[in-house]
């Protein structure tokens, strides 16, 4: 649990190190337990926030895409956005 909670936040100084314009995150908190997931979430978006980044985040966990600004969902091969 320990290494997984390190190598996330590593992962994300790693990619917000550069100042991106874009941030694509697959499954950010996939592998990690709900409070590490939930740190490890709150961190994207305030970095997000503080630096402009565009955040695109791929998720199954409907927490975390209610905490987006706006969704998209795939249905039969085709983006639709959430209302």
Known sequence: AFWRR?????A???????RPDVLFAD????NLDR????KIADL????NREHGT???LVTHDPALAARCD??????NGQLQEEA
Do not use: H, K, M, Y
């Not at 994300?12 to 550069?18: D, E, K, P, Q, S």
């Not at 499954?27 to 996939?30: C, F, L």
């Not at 409070?35 to 939930?38: M, V």
């Open 27 to 30: 499954e950010p908190t996939g």
């Open 44 to 47: 994207l978006f305030s970095l």
């Open 54 to 56: 565009t955040l695109i």
């Open 12 to 18: 994300l100084a790693r990619a917000f190190n550069g």
């Open 70 to 75: 706006r969704r998209l969902r795939l249905v």
């Open 35 to 38: 409070q590490t997931g939930d």
């Open 6 to 10: 390190t190598a996330a936040r590593v």
